[in-house]
């Protein structure tokens, strides 16, 4: 019974939202926070006062940046000597890429673009480094439609913004970056509805 309760739960949707934030090791907190500020338009934003090591927490697009003062430069890796599309990293959707290269060059910030194509779609990539080496991309994906490999499959759930709406209607006041997270919300919620359309015309 217990093997078979584990199989269950492994095979069923967990009640997951969206991604919340990702985290940063960094060598300097104060100089990292200004890069994502300056270049990427993130906002500090309060951080518990509970912890009791140093660090900031940034929000912005719907997603948050949280910083870690490292304890040892040892700890974070060294500047990678390359800008390699291929590391790992986080990427933003972005609407005008031509804006952020000039952004770059007028800061001195090297930088790497590629073109990815699928079936006569262009997807622009641009990749650089933060402080502490961590690579970003920026990129209009959006160009290319999500569509599962299986569509009988589909794990993909339609994000849950009724409380936003409500909650707008209920308080007119609201804080741009709060704007912002419901305007991305709306964006994946119409991403996730033409996901569905797309299925529903495969499978006629």
């Not at 009988?152 to 912002?180: D, E, G, M």
């Amino acid at each position: 019974m217990g093997i078979l309760l584990e199989q269950n739960v492994s095979n069923s949707t967990l009640p997951l939202l969206s991604l919340n934030h990702v985290s940063y090791l960094c060598k300097s907190v104060a100089k990292s926070a200004k890069f994502y500020q300056d270049v990427l338009g993130f906002v500090l934003i309060r951080r518990p006062s509970s912890f009791q090591f140093e660090g900031a927490w940034l929000f912005n697009y719907g997603i948050g940046i949280h910083l870690l003062q490292c304890n040892s430069i040892n700890d974070v890796q060294p500047m990678p000597a390359k800008i390699n599309p291929k590391d790992n990293h986080i990427s933003f959707q972005c609407t005008d890429i031509e804006l952020v290269k000039k952004r770059l060059r007028e800061m001195g910030m090297k930088y790497e673009t590629a073109l990815v194509e699928e079936g006569g779609i262009f997807v622009d990539q641009l990749f650089f480094h933060d402080p502490d080496g961590y690579m970003i991309e920026i990129c209009n994906c959006e160009n290319i439609p999500i569509l599962p490999l299986s569509a009988s499959a589909c794990p993909i759930k339609k994000p849950q913004i009724q409380s936003y709406a409500n909650n707008k209607k209920s308080n007119q006041v609201r804080s741009a970056a709060t704007t912002k997270a419901l305007s991305a919300a709306e964006m994946e919620t119409r991403m996730v509805e033409s996901l569905f359309a797309n299925m529903i015309d495969i499978a006629l």
